[in-house]
């Protein structure tokens, strides 16, 4: 059985929004300042991890997530890397879980603005979808459709809920407690069949 790529997956760098505790989902939402010093320092790490592993950079597959803190921190990480800003493809499959209706919102306001919903996605976060939006569920079946077309060892961009989806179909965290990891930024998750390493 032939090995499958290794994924060196990057979530995007931090946004206001992120500072504010607002949902974004399909929001496109622009990188601040010290998102972008993070985008740069991913680009960092994949610097280093490819030296140590004797890897060449322009072997690799980029792709993003079509959103615009995805594409930013993908440029932003492939400038630290020494390669053109825009040497990469984008996938809508990365794009993050839809919070439908709840985008622009935070948690705690939901608690007064849709109470039952938040209920109920507190009872089951796998399997609830928001009103207008999706399930994680859902975003973890695009994610392998995502992963079953990778051809080489590929970098990506993408998002906290798409990481999760991936943990989930890969077996590396059950579905149940997949959209309860943090996925933090600044940090190189690199996939290997069903492990996974944090580089930070």
């Known amino acids: 059985m032939t090995a499958k ?10 946004t206001d929004w992120n500072v504010g505790s607002r949902l974004q989902g399909r929001r496109d939402i622009p990188l601040n300042a010290r998102g972008r010093g993070q985008a ?15 890897r060449d950079p ?5 792709v993003s997530s079509p959103l615009g803190r995805a594409t930013e921190t993908m440029e932003l990480a492939r400038a ?12 809508e499959r990365l794009a993050e879980l839809s919070f439908g209706d709840w985008e622009g919102f935070t948690i705690a306001q939901l608690h007064s603005h849709d109470p039952v919903h938040i209920s109920q996605r507190e009872h089951d976060k796998w399997h609830f979808v928001p009103p207008g939006g999706e399930s994680y569920k ?12 990778l051809t ?27 959209p309860l990891v943090d996925i933090t930024q600044g940090v190189v998750y690199v ?9 930070a």
């Open 5 to 14: 790529p290794t994924v060196y997956y990057l979530r995007h760098g931090e």
């Open 40 to 54: 740069t320092h991913c680009g960092d790490i994949l610097r280093d991890l490819f030296a140590r592993d004797g």
């Open 58 to 62: 322009v072997a690799l597959d980029y």
């Open 80 to 91: 630290a890397l020494g390669l053109e800003r825009q040497g990469y493809r984008l996938d």
């Open 138 to 149: 859902m975003v973890s079946a695009r994610m392998a459709e995502w992963y079953a077309s």
């Open 152 to 178: 080489r060892d590929t970098v990506a961009t993408a998002h906290g809920g798409t990481c999760r989806g991936l943990m989930a179909h890969l077996g590396i965290a059950k579905p149940a407690a997949a």
């Open 191 to 199: 996939f290997q069949g069903d492990r996974m390493t944090r580089y």
